[in-house]
């Protein structure tokens, strides 16, 4: 059994800061992508960052500039650091990872976690 929990949404303004932090836990014997997705009210989910196993990334355009991906693989978890936070980046934010367990790559989703950017 794997979980991926998440953490640190939660309301700010407009221009704020917030840390979200995904920690995966279970039968794990290798992790491999893990990223960020987010979905609005009425819309679909979408990409936000995603890493590498080696550290690569890609971010969605709209937080280019604005949002950070990072891991720690020795924690199996990934976080992401949002600075000058919009409006527009209201959604419940979900981690995803490909986990090798049991010797089966999944993906796995976390229960997500509210952003809420409003003054």
């Known amino acids: 059994q794997v979980q991926l929990v998440e953490s640190g949404g939660g309301l700010v303004q407009p221009g704020g800061s917030l840390r979200l932090f995904c920690a995966a836990s279970?039968?794990?014997?290798?992790?491999?992508?893990m990223g960020w997705y987010r979905q609005a009210p009425g819309k679909q989910r979408e990409l936000v960052a995603r890493?590498?196993?080696?550290?690569?990334?890609n971010y969605a355009d709209s937080v280019k500039g604005r949002f950070t991906i990072s891991r720690d693989n020795a924690k199996n978890t990934v976080y992401l650091q949002m600075n000058s936070l919009k409006p527009e980046d209201t959604a419940v934010y979900y981690c995803?990872?490909?986990?090798?367990?049991?010797?089966?790559?999944?993906?796995?989703w976390g229960q997500g976690t509210q952003v809420t950017v409003s003054s």
């Open positions: 890493i590498t196993s080696g550290g690569r990334t």
């Open positions: 995803n990872a490909d986990i090798n367990s049991d010797y089966h790559i999944g993906s796995y």
């Open positions: 279970g039968r794990i014997f290798s992790i491999y992508a």
